[in-house]
């Protein structure tokens, strides 16, 4: 898809057991491309090796998610599906807490879908969702292309940092350091 930015697309709630392995998929083919960084050193082997570890999906609790989820006001999950073919281009996912703030959790954008405008209509549907609210997120601290899109949407860096150890992987043993970035209400 690579070059022009789409824009005949859906961007709709995740609805189906089908979608939510195809959101996975996607995810994890983001992280295949993304991640990777001779520096630290974390290897596609290694984030191979990290997905292999995860236990099978299981539709009996997939189907019981996507149920939560249906009558939950306070969660988002939307992907993004062109108009010509049902292939998954995109997905967010948002949590509203007690206090009204809302967390972006995840944002994954395929990467020959990357720069078409399918992360900037993914992120604009969960500011009109969560209102005017602060919003936080996490994201790795080398990913500085994630870093630069959220600044463009008006986010900003904070002094807030955290060793990620939910994402441990099983080669290297390193651990995602990740940087707290905001978007504030605008009053």
């Known amino acids: 898809m690579g070059g022009s930015k789409i824009n005949t697309m859906q961007i709709k709630p995740i609805t189906t057991v089908d979608e939510v392995l195809r959101t996975q998929a996607l995810i994890r083919k983001t992280w ?86 399918v992360g900037r209509m993914l992120v604009e549907k969960l500011l009109a969702w969560a209102g005017d609210v602060r919003i936080r997120l996490w994201v790795v601290e080398y990913n500085t292309a994630a870093q630069a899109f959220y600044t463009r949407m008006g986010f900003h860096k904070t002094e807030n940092t955290k060793t990620n150890s939910t994402f441990t992987f099983p080669i290297s043993g390193y651990s995602f350091r990740e940087i707290e970035m905001v978007r504030p209400p605008s009053n």
Not at 33 to 52: H, K, V
Not at 55 to 62: G, S
Not at 74 to 84: G, K, M
């Open 32 to 117: 295949e491309s993304t991640y990777p960084n001779t520096n630290i050193p974390l290897t596609l082997e290694d984030i191979r090796a990290y997905f292999s570890a995860r236990p099978a999906p299981d539709e009996e609790k997939i189907i019981i998610w996507l149920e939560k989820q249906k009558n939950d006001p306070n969660s988002l999950n939307l992907i993004a599906i062109p108009d010509t073919d049902n292939q998954i281009l995109g997905t967010i996912s948002g949590v509203r807490d007690e206090a009204g703030e809302v967390e972006l959790e995840v944002l994954y954008v395929d990467p020959s879908s990357q720069r078409q405008g």
